[in-house]
C-alpha cells in the first residue's frame, strides 16, 4: 500500500511537471490579453490599456496593407507611393517632436515614448502580431473631436464647440506652424481630440500620420486646400462632417474662418517664426 501510494505520488509529480513546462513554453500565456485595435490606422496600431492609449508604430508592409483595404484611398499609383512616403515621414516627425516639443508646443504631444509592451494584437485581417521591440508611444485618453461635437450638440452646448473649432485652427497655427510643422490631413474629427478640464475643453492632436515638416510641399498643399469640396465641414451626405454633427450655421462659419486663416501667407508667417526662434533646435 505504501508502494501504491508513492508511485501514484510520482506519477502525480510528472504529470505537474509536464503541465508546467508546457505552460512555459506556450507563446501566449493564459495572463496575457490579446487586444484588437481601436481604430484601423495607416501609421499605429492603436490599444488601450488601463485608460491609456497606447501607438506601437506600423511597418510600412503593414501601413500599405490598410492602404490596400481602403482601395489605396481612391488614388494612382503614383499619387498612392507618395501618400505612403508621406507616411513614412511622419514617422520621423513624430520622433523629432518627442525629442524636441513635447514641453513647449501644447498642441502636439501629450504622449510619450515608452518601452515597448509585450502584447499581442489582433490585426483586422485577424492576424495575430506580437508587438515587440517597436517604437511605442503612450497618451491620455481623449474624446475624439468627432464624438465630442455631436455629444455637445445633443447638449445644447453651441459655446463649447464654437471654442473647439476655434481651437482646432489656434493649434494648428501656433501649435504646429510655428513649431516648424504642418498638418497634411484634413479628417479634424477623428485626427484631432478634447479633454475636458475644469468642463473647458483643451483640444489636442491625436493622429500624427500626415504630419510633416514645413517646406515646398506644405505651401503647395496649404495653396491647393479646398474645404468646400472636401467632406469634413459642409458635406451633408457624410456622417462625420460638421455640418452633419452639428448644424449648418456651425459648419458654414467654421468654413469662412478655416479659409480665411489656413492661407498661404499665414502658413508663411508661422513658419518665419519658427526659423527665427528654433533654427538651431537640433544642436
Known sequence: MR???????????????????????????????????????????????????????????????VGNSWNKLGMSDLEYENWLNIIENGKKQILLLVKYFSNKSEALLHMKKVTCPNVFIKDF???????????????????????????????????????????????????????????????????????????????????YGELIEISDYAFAHIKERD????????????RSSIITLTNENIAYTFLNNIKNEFTVEKLRYYYQQYIHNYTNRAS
Open 3 to 65: 508502494l501504491y501510494k508513492s508511485n501514484f505520488a510520482n506519477i502525480l509529480i510528472i504529470i505537474l511537471l509536464i503541465q508546467y513546462k508546457s505552460f512555459a513554453l506556450s507563446p501566449i500565456h493564459f495572463s496575457e490579453k490579446i487586444y484588437k485595435p481601436l481604430k484601423k490606422s495607416a501609421q499605429f496600431f492603436v490599444i488601450e490599456i488601463e485608460g491609456y492609449i497606447y501607438k506601437f508604430e506600423k511597418t510600412k508592409e503593414e501601413t500599405n496593407k
Open 125 to 207: 485581417d485577424g492576424e495575430i502580431i506580437e508587438m515587440k521591440n517597436r517604437i511605442t508611444y503612450k497618451q491620455e485618453k481623449v474624446e475624439t473631436l468627432g464624438i465630442a461635437l455631436k455629444r455637445l450638440y445633443e447638449e445644447g452646448d453651441e459655446n463649447t464647440i464654437t471654442s473647439i473649432l476655434r481651437q482646432i485652427i489656434e493649434k494648428n497655427q501656433n501649435g504646429l506652424w510655428k513649431f516648424g510643422f504642418y498638418d497634411a490631413g484634413s479628417a479634424f474629427q477623428y485626427n484631432w481630440g478634447v479633454k475636458f478640464k475644469n468642463n473647458s475643453p483643451d483640444v489636442r492632436l491625436l493622429d
Open 227 to 238: 474645404f468646400e469640396k472636401r467632406w469634413e465641414i459642409i458635406k451633408s451626405s457624410h
